[in-house]
């Protein structure tokens, strides 16, 4: 399971899987070998990467890069949050109404085009259509507040799965899929675990402090907690949460996240390995 996060949880989750290729290679080719792979927001992307066949390296590779063809959404974190809280204050209101609240907010804000947004994320793909294997990725409709679980059976094309995963209200345009518009699936929840209640095990990576609040709940941490299988979580520590800077949207997070998960992957590798029962 790959959280949001975004551009630096993108660099961020293929750091921690180069570190872990690093010092446990068995571990890591485990972790990319899953029965599922679920991403939501900024890990869709990583799980449709690495879905396609990508390989680390050139995954990490182009993280490292100084050319990217990553907008700069021109929002401040602090804004969205700002934005966001005041459509979800509302203690009486259902999740599905808090939801469609945001969902509004997503739907009036003046962003670039869904043509524009569409070709970054294409670009972020090594491969443009669903793979064999089982993936799986999260949105949101902005008009029920409902959540969606994307696969290659849902009747949308990966490249719409995966912008729609990723856009953030407030930042980037609402996907059109249909007579339905679709937003970021990590609004309601960054891991959205209930999405692979059909597995035994889960190895979660969150781009964010394991005590980061939640609109819903207490946070990832007690989320994946409620997992009725095994799990093993790495939530980004100190060093990575440095790293990330003051705006996770900003393509300049990308290298420094880049490198702390490559830092962070090297140090969780044992306890990753032993999870999964390899050398």
Do not use: K, Y
């Amino acid at each position: 399971m790959l959280a949001g996060g975004g551009l630096a949880g993108i660099a961020w989750e293929t750091g921690i899987l180069q570190g872990i290729a690093d010092e446990a290679p068995d571990a890591a080719t485990a972790l990319l070998d899953a029965d599922v792979l679920l991403g939501t927001s900024a890990g869709s992307t990583v799980a449709a990467q690495l879905g396609g066949g990508a390989t680390l390296a050139d995954l990490f590779a182009a993280q490292l890069s100084e050319e990217t063809h990553e907008l700069d959404p021109g929002v401040s974190i602090d804004r969205l949050v700002e934005q966001f809280t005041a459509a979800l204050d509302d203690p009486a209101a259902t999740r599905e109404e808090r939801l469609r609240r945001v969902g509004a907010l997503a739907l009036s804000t003046e962003t670039v085009s869904e043509s524009v947004r569409r070709a970054v994320i294409a670009h972020r793909l090594p491969v443009r259509e669903w793979p064999q294997r089982v993936l799986r990725v999260t949105a949101i409709d902005v008009a029920t507040g409902e959540l969606l679980v994307l696969d290659r059976n849902s009747g949308i094309a990966l490249v719409d799965a995966v912008a729609a995963s990723c856009a953030v209200p407030g930042a980037w345009p609402p996907v059109t899929v249909g007579e339905r518009r679709l937003m970021d699936g990590g609004v309601g929840s960054s891991v959205n675990i209930a999405a692979a209640s059909d597995c035994d095990a889960v190895v979660v990576l969150v781009p964010s402090g394991e005590t980061t609040p939640s609109p819903f709940g207490d946070g990832a941490a007690q989320e994946i907690s409620s997992f009725q299988g095994q799990t093993l979580a790495v939530f980004a520590d100190d060093a990575s949460l440095a790293a990330f800077g003051p705006n996770p949207l900003d393509p300049a997070c990308r290298i420094p996240s880049a490198n702390a998960g490559r830092d962070q992957g090297r140090r969780e590798a044992r306890r990753v390995a032993r999870f999964l029962g390899v050398s």
